[in-house]
Structure formats: structure tokens, C-alpha cells
């Protein structure tokens, strides 16, 4: 079920993939104390629609999602020209060398863990949405991602 929460055209807006309600909704309640607009999405599948008709800025995903799980969603986005610069993170609940590894060799460009702060939430999110889009452009078209 997909939730939206003080949709602002002030801040950007960041999509929530998580199959754990809990963790969805506390995960959105410290993005909006951050100052973002927030949606979530319990699956890959939901997602991936909200993803393509919303344009976030930012995702932050869960990779052990059922339908389409984290790794094949930032995949899918890669592959959209009108996603494939969009910052995206990977929550994990410990930090954890093995998840990293996959998520970034998976096209994610960063890994948090999921008990962050909302202000270092929103302090990471900010630094990936000031990074310049020329950059993470440059960065999405050098991998490919067809092979996999």
C-alpha cells in the first residue's frame, strides 16, 4: 500500500521501498522531519510504478523486497534514461561489508544504515541531490547494466 506523506513542492520529493511497515513508515516519518516530501512503496513492483510515474529525487530501498527486490529495481531505474541519474540508497540494518559490496556493484550510489538520524538522513540525501547531474549521469551511462 503506498503511502504519501506532506507532498511540499518546496523539497524534493524521496521514494521509500520496504516490505516492513514499520521500518517503511519510520524510515518516511524521519524523512519528513528532515524536510522532504516522502512516498512509500511496500514492494519492488509498486515501486517501480511509483518511480515512473512520480520522477523522485531520491529512493531509498530496501534490497530483500518481495516481487522485484532492491538489486533488480535499481537495475530497471538505471535503464530508464529519465531515472537513471536519480540517487538511490540502500538501507541496511547493520553495516554489513557484503550488502554494501552488492548494492554499489548493483548501481546503488550509496548504503546507509537503518537507524540513521533524520538530520544525518537528511544530511546524506542533500549531498547526493547536490552532487552535479552532469556527474551522476556521466557515472549511470558508464556502467552497464544490459548484461546482467
Known sequence: MTQQQHPSLSRPLVLVAHHDDDMRLSMMERLMQGGFSVVGASDGDEAL???????PRAVVVDLAMP????????????????LR???VLVLSDIE?????????????DDVIVS????????????WHLSVPATW???????IDFEDE
Not at 516481487?67 to 529519465?82: F, N, P, Q, T
Open 49 to 55: 510504478e511509483i518511480a515512473h510515474h512520480s520522477a
Open 67 to 82: 516481487e522485484v527486490d532492491g538489486l533488480k529495481m535499481i537495475a530497471w531505474m538505471r535503464s530508464e534514461r529519465s
Open 85 to 87: 541519474s536519480t540517487p
Open 96 to 108: 554489513d561489508g557484503e550488502v554494501a559490496k552488492r548494492a554499489l556493484a548493483g548501481g546503488a
Open 115 to 126: 537507524n540513521l538520524s533524520a538530520e544525518a538522513l537528511a544530511s546524506r540525501i542533500d
Open 136 to 142: 551522476t549521469q556521466a557515472h549511470a551511462e558508464s
